[in-house]
């Protein structure tokens, strides 16, 4: 529990910090980038103004992200805190901190159902259209829903292998009895 806390710390912090290095270098207008071509013929002009609208879109994508990063780090960092407590428990209190690392994973589980979901809304890749001859948004739309699928299966299976762990070391770690119950199986 206390490295799967300092790795939470860890990503909590560079979730934190990601919003503002990402703003720093995409704060820029497709004006910056590629002037308006006045002189230019429709074609010109009229691509110009695709490349407008696609890194608008993108600017977009980028704005819902970056405020999706900013839960990914309130996330890390209770997850981290929950770790940090229950290692603290886990050696001083066997009940207590067995419970403690059952509240992590309910948090985790939650927690990642959550974002997989809100990822999913936000889409893991930009939905571009490809036009009608390549699919339109049919392959970005399949690595949504592919990606969502995987995201949630590794939830669960990562948690559940935590969990039963977890029921592993609480039944083996339990203290002696000297109450002696006969086996049935003699």
């Not at 799967?4 to 860890?10: D, E, K, R």
């Not at 739309?141 to 039963?164: E, H, K, P, R, T």
Request: with cysteine; charged share 20%; net charge negative.
């Amino acid at each position: 529990m206390v490295i799967m806390s300092i790795l939470y710390v860890l990503n909590a912090l560079l979730s934190a910090a990601t919003p503002i290095l990402v703003s720093q270098l995409t704060d820029t207008e497709w004006e910056e980038i590629e002037e308006y071509p006045e002189d230019g013929t429709e074609e010109e002009k009229q691509e110009w103004e695709e490349g407008k609208i696609a890194w608008e879109d993108m600017q977009d994508y980028f704005d819902q992200m970056m405020g999706f990063i900013g839960w990914t780090a309130f996330h890390s960092g209770l997850l981290a805190i929950i770790g940090t407590f229950s290692a603290f428990l886990l050696w001083t209190n066997r009940e207590a901190g067995i419970k403690a690392v059952g509240l992590w994973i309910a948090v985790n589980f939650v927690g990642g159902i959550w974002m997989m979901w809100r990822m999913s809304e936000i889409g893991f890749t930009p939905i571009d259209d490809y036009g009608q001859e390549a699919g339109g948004t049919m392959i970005p739309d399949l690595i949504n829903q592919f990606s969502m699928i995987m995201g949630v299966g590794q939830i669960a299976l990562c948690n559940g292998f935590l969990l039963a762990l977890l029921v592993l070391v609480a039944s083996k770690s339990k203290p002696e009895t000297t109450i002696d119950i006969p086996s049935g199986f003699r």
